[in-house]
Every structure is written in structure tokens, then in C-alpha cells.
């Protein structure tokens, strides 16, 4: 096993690599593992490096954490990824690998929450693996199916013991607080 084979600097993202098959693990648990720009830049050199790495077959994306896989952008990096609305670029059009020519297969695992940015690296997964307890939304969806992870109601939306689980439409923002909420958010 070699842990980051190319000697790349990482600070937001962990790799290794054993037996042909790298792991990719977004390490900022303490932002649910929200992408920053450093985390963006870590991600491009790592998709092109894996790309060009004849060693490795296959790859597997995770996030660090039972609690979240990655919650898209952090919300405390945003004026640093620089903003105009005349050169708008969008923040997440680095960190998927088929963005940056990494056509090795990926397995995303998924443990805990996959909402906003992370759709730009799930989307380009070839095999999407969620955690029990995994939960996909997007906060910009005015509306969502939204399905709590517990057998019996817990959502507040029926209220009810026999709830099959799936509750639509439900407001996004609604859904995304009672998901939060407990995580202090």
C-alpha cells in the first residue's frame, strides 16, 4: 500500500492506493466535508494524476465520517472562490473526475448525508454504494422526496407508525432542516 504515490501536497483530501485501487476521502469531517478551494484544487490534481497512473485500475470516492459524504460547497469559503457575475465559473466544475479525464472506474461510497455539490462527483460515479443510514437531497429543488431513515415516522410530516417513509412534496428547506437540525446546523 503507498498513501499518496505521486507525493501530491493534500490537506482536504486523503489518498491511497493498494493493490490497483485508489481510495479518494474527502477529509474535512468538521464541515460534513463541504468543498473549499484548496479541497477543489486537491481534487483536479488528484483525478489528473490517477488519470495518467497505470498502476491504478479502479477507484473509490468517500467522505470521512459517519455523518456526512460531502454537503457541497462551504458556505465560509464562498468569498473565496471569487465571484463575478460577468466571469462567473462554477465552483464545482473541478472535483469530478470525468471533468478532468479519469475515465478508471469509481465507486462512491455514500456514509451520511450527499446533498448540493457533491451531485457534481456522485454524478459522475460509475457505482454509487449508500450507507443505511446515507441520505441524498438537493437544497435547491424547491421540492424533493424525502424518505427518513428510522421504520416508524420520524419526520413530523404524517406523524405516523405505519409510514411507508416517503413523503412528497415535501419543501426542500423544510426536509434539509430536520436533516440539520440534529447536527446542530
Known amino acids: 500500500m503507498s498513501t499518496n504515490p505521486d507525493g501530491l501536497e493534500l490537506t482536504r483530501v486523503a ?24 479541497m477543489v484544487n486537491e481534487l483536479a490534481r ?45 465552483p464545482g466544475r473541478l472535483i469530478g473526475p470525468k471533468a ?7 465507486v462512491a461510497a455514500v456514509n451520511g ?11 459522475e460515479a460509475d ?3 449508500a450507507a443505511e443510514h446515507a441520505t441524498f437531497f438537493d437544497p435547491t429543488s424547491p421540492t424533493a422526496w424525502w424518505r427518513p431513515t428510522s421504520r416508524s415516522c420520524c419526520c413530523g410530516v404524517c406523524r405516523s407508525a405505519r409510514c411507508s417513509g416517503w413523503h412528497w412534496p415535501v419543501r426542500t428547506s423544510e ?11
Open 15 to 38: 489518498l491511497e492506493v493498494s493493490e490497483g485501487i485508489a481510495t479518494v476521502m474527502l477529509d474535512r469531517p468538521d464541515v460534513h466535508n463541504a468543498f473549499d478551494p484548496p
Open 46 to 90: 488528484i483525478w489528473q494524476s490517477l488519470r495518467l497512473d497505470p498502476d491504478v485500475r479502479a477507484i473509490i470516492l468517500t467522505g470521512r465520517g459517519e455523518k456526512a459524504f460531502c454537503t457541497g460547497i462551504d458556505r465560509s469559503s464562498v468569498d473565496d472562490f471569487h465571484f463575478d457575475p460577468l466571469t462567473y465559473e462554477d
Open 100 to 106: 478532468q479525464h479519469c475515465w478508471k472506474p469509481i
Open 113 to 123: 448525508m450527499a446533498c448540493g455539490g457533491a451531485f457534481y462527483m456522485l454524478g
Open 127 to 129: 457505482v454509487i454504494l
Open 175 to 185: 426536509s434539509a432542516r430536520r436533516l440539520l437540525s440534529p447536527l446542530g446546523w
